[in-house]
Nanobody, 122 residues
Framework: QVQLVESGGGPVQAGGSLRLSCAAS????????MGWFRQAPGKEREFVAR???????YYADSVKGRFTISRDNVKNTVYLQMNSLNAEDTAVYYC????????????????WGQGTQVTVSS
């Protein structure tokens, strides 16, 4: 199976930027649909962005135009560039891998990282 480790989270002021990384091992990320999800305290885990095996990207409306998902096949790493952050972006961010076609439902992703905390202060 593929193992995923997120990094790059931390505190940031509103309007600032962060880049999250999801390093994969055991399998190549190009073999999976790779997604980013987030979960705020007391809230359900929600879809943020995904990139398919063919490179097609899709974003939640709440982050469209601000976040960018990308994949580096050489480094076997998926990134989430987050710009214009606001307080509602505060959450634990998780990367995940799906063995099927591009999906936004968290239940369709079989492999998950441990999460990285993003805290946006206003």
């Amino acid at each position: 199976q593929v193992q995923l480790v997120e990094s790059g989270g931390g505190p940031v002021q509103a309007g600032g930027s962060l880049r999250l990384s999801c390093a994969a091992s055991g399998r190549t990320v190009s073999s999976y649909t790779m997604g980013w999800f987030r979960q705020a305290p007391g809230k359900e885990r929600e879809f943020v962005a995904r990139i398919s095996r063919s490179g097609i990207t899709y974003y939640a409306d709440s982050v469209k135009g601000r976040f960018t998902i990308s994949r580096d096949n050489v480094k076997n790493t998926v990134y989430l560039q987050m710009n214009s952050l606001n307080a509602e972006d505060t959450a634990v961010y998780y990367c995940a891998a799906s063995e099927v076609f591009a999906l936004i439902a968290s239940t369709s992703y079989a492999y998950w990282g441990q999460g990285t905390q993003v805290t946006v202060s206003s």
